[in-house]
């Protein structure tokens, strides 16, 4: 009896356990569940074997208007607004289905469904719909275009005749280029923004073995964290919703046989950035949803102004990935490190936007070519190029010299002080201020303007940064109070 009592007792508590690490496991089974319901963008709806609904996730709530107070516990076809209950189909023929569009909640939004049967031990126990959103779908498209308009596939249009200056530094920046572009090694251009970085890599293209060959542009940061993968390795048919049949090669096999010139290359997610590092390492691709390697025979060029180092640091950019695309090493100097090629720079866009323009310009003023040169330009040549073109849209039809009166404001580069050794004007006398409010701000600018005039020895420049205005308004300023 008591030999009976302990096994019992022993065979009760083995069954405890067991049930206690069941529901263990059931609880495990369920937070992952909800984890995946939980981190999707696509609505989902499971019924049960009757086509009552019994879980959704919070995507179907957004998409559809609809809470678990509207639809739990009652038909499936409660969120219907226009169609026919998928779910309702499949638990009669137990057989999934795919691609129907329908119309959903109070709001009548146009959806795609997609509907496949639970079927556990070969008994039927459900139905879960997954339920896209044709809105977002056609978002994305319009993305995908915007995006397709900034990739620009092309043959390169520049060479290194093309790049302008003559500083020690670009020269520099030239002759680097110059070595590494009959190489197959990987080159990263780094610069500020507006430095010429996709201008160098056209020139790299172009006095390369693969001139002959595709040049495609990516700009990394123009598109989608959603669309990248897919645009650049391509993707197979069914690989997610929207895809083209055929699946769609990526820019990396449109580039194959020429160079691939992949700028802001900071910015990638992670997930690219594995992918990134298998086709330097591999030199071979696998479309998204594809699982068969693809061979590409491609050179990379990258671009970025971020500071990769930094982002090692902080664990957004991989080093593996940084060490692969910064094999060679290219630096473009901001204009303001190259202030020598300022005035050949003018006279360039000065003679290619006067043609686009259809105006006659025949030459710059120095005093314009002053102003420009004591600016610190934080965007580089590309600000350079557009204040040139703001100047000359400034000019009358007749006028043929660039004068400072054309250059518009350009963003001062000192705080303003009064001239060193004065204390400004002294207002405690009252001789020589008589007049309107007007008559003795200008006769006190005027007498500003000759102390710190005297102060630079009559250095314009010099003068404007003692002041902390810009080279432009002093000139101004002068002709105003006819001092010039």
């Not at 593996?320 to 630096?331: A, E, G, K």
């Amino acid at each position: 009896m008591v030999l009976r009592e302990k096994f019992n007792k022993s065979e009760f508590e083995a069954e405890m356990k067991e049930l206690s690490q069941q529901v263990t496991d059931l609880e495990k089974a369920r937070s992952l569940l909800k984890a995946i319901l939980y981190s999707t963008n696509d609505a989902i709806s499971v019924v049960d074997e009757n086509g009552i609904q019994i879980l959704i996730n919070p995507a179907y709530t957004r998409i559809t208007g609809l809470t678990e107070e509207d639809v739990l516990n009652k038909p499936c076809t409660v969120d219907i607004a226009e169609g026919e209950s998928v779910h309702l189909r499949v638990l009669k023929s137990k057989k999934p289905i795919r691609g129907v569009p329908m119309k959903v909640g109070p709001g009548r939004r146009p959806v795609v469904v997609n509907v496949a049967p639970i079927i556990l031990e070969g008994r039927l126990k459900g139905s879960v719909g997954i339920i896209h959103d044709i809105s977002e779908i056609r978002k994305l498209t319009e993305e995908l275009e915007h995006a397709k308009s900034l990739i620009r596939r092309m043959t390169a249009k520049y060479t290194f005749e093309d790049i302008i200056g003559e500083s020690e530094l670009v020269k520099s920046a030239i002759s680097q280029a110059e070595h590494a572009a009959d190489t197959p090694a990987t080159v990263l251009l780094r610069g500020e923004s507006g430095t010429g970085k996709e201008l160098f890599a056209h020139a790299m293209h172009n006095a390369s073995s693969r001139r002959e060959g595709p040049f495609v542009r990516v700009n990394c940061a123009a598109i989608a964290e959603s669309l990248l993968e897919s645009e650049l390795f391509g993707y197979e048919e069914g690989a997610f919703t929207g895809a083209a049949r055929g699946g769609k090669k990526g820019y990396f096999e449109e580039a194959n046989g020429g160079t691939i010139f992949l700028d802001e290359i900071g910015d990638i997610n992670p997930a690219v950035q594995a992918k990134m590092l298998r086709v330097l390492q591999e030199k071979e691709i696998v479309r998204v949803g594809g699982t068969k390697p693809v061979p590409v025979d491609v050179r990379v060029i990258t671009a970025t102004n971020a500071n990769l180092e930094q982002r090692i640091k902080e664990g957004s950019f991989r080093e593996d990935l940084y060490y692969r695309v910064n094999v060679i090493p290219v630096f473009i100097p901001p204009l303001r490190g190259r202030r020598e090629d300022i005035p050949l720079l003018m006279a360039h866009f000065r003679r290619k936007l006067g043609q686009e323009f259809g105006r006659r310009v025949a030459k710059i003023d120095p005093r314009v070519i002053e102003i420009f040169m004591d600016y610190e330009w934080p965007g580089n040549v590309r600000e350079l190029e557009n204040v040139v073109g703001r100047t000359i849209i400034n000019m009358n039809y007749n006028e043929e010299v660039i004068m400072p009166r054309h250059v518009p404001p350009l963003r001062p580069l000192h705080k303003a002080v009064w001239p060193e050794g004065t204390a400004g004007p002294d207002f405690s006398q009252r001789e020589g201020l008589e007049g309107s409010l007007e008559e003795i701000i200008n006769a006190v600018e005027k007498k500003v303007l000759q102390k710190a005039l005297e102060k630079a020895s009559n250095n314009k420049t010099a003068a404007a940064r003692i002041l902390g205005i810009a080279t432009r308004s002093l000139y101004y300023k002068l002709e105003k109070h006819g001092l010039s």
